[in-house]
């Protein structure tokens, strides 16, 4: 499926706290989510999201955070993160998750997309994706 052609994929950034910080109140309050997070469990505050992205901006070689965007609407969220020992470097695990109202549309293959790329650039052999059984799309 082709994505939207309004969807833009981009880094996080820092001004982008207060939509994450929405968005994942709303990810979170879905019932089946299929997130590690029920209604309520998520409690970061904007200005935590905004230490977090700050953070992972900082170190961009431990991973990568990104948004999918329709106009300023966060619609969807992809991190990448990579291992932090030497043991390790050369692999990542990584989480998509894509708002309610725009799933099945090519969001989540874009935002796979984006992150493999992102692997491919660093040399990276191995990226590990854990999912719900009840989540066939995954």
């Known amino acids: 499926m082709t994505a939207p052609a309004t969807l833009r994929l981009r880094e996080a950034k820092v001004k982008d706290a207060k939509a994450l910080v929405g968005y994942m109140h709303r990810l979170s309050h879905e019932p089946h989510n299929n997130i590690l997070l029920d209604p309520g469990q998520w409690t970061m505050t904007v200005k935590a999201e905004r230490a977090f992205l700050a953070k992972r901006i900082a170190d961009p070689d431990q991973g990568t ?61 191995r990226v590990e994706l854990k999912v719900f059984t009840r989540n066939p799309a995954a």
Do not use: C
Request: charged share 20%; no cysteine; net charge positive.
């Open 65 to 125: 955070f990104a948004v999918a965007l329709i106009g300023d609407e966060v619609v969807g969220v992809a991190q990448l993160s990579r291992g932090s020992k030497p043991t390790n470097r050369h692999a990542a695990t990584l989480g998509i998750s894509v708002d309610a109202a725009w799933r099945r549309q090519g969001i989540g293959t874009a935002l796979m997309e984006y992150l493999l790329h992102w692997a491919y650039e660093r040399a990276l052999v």
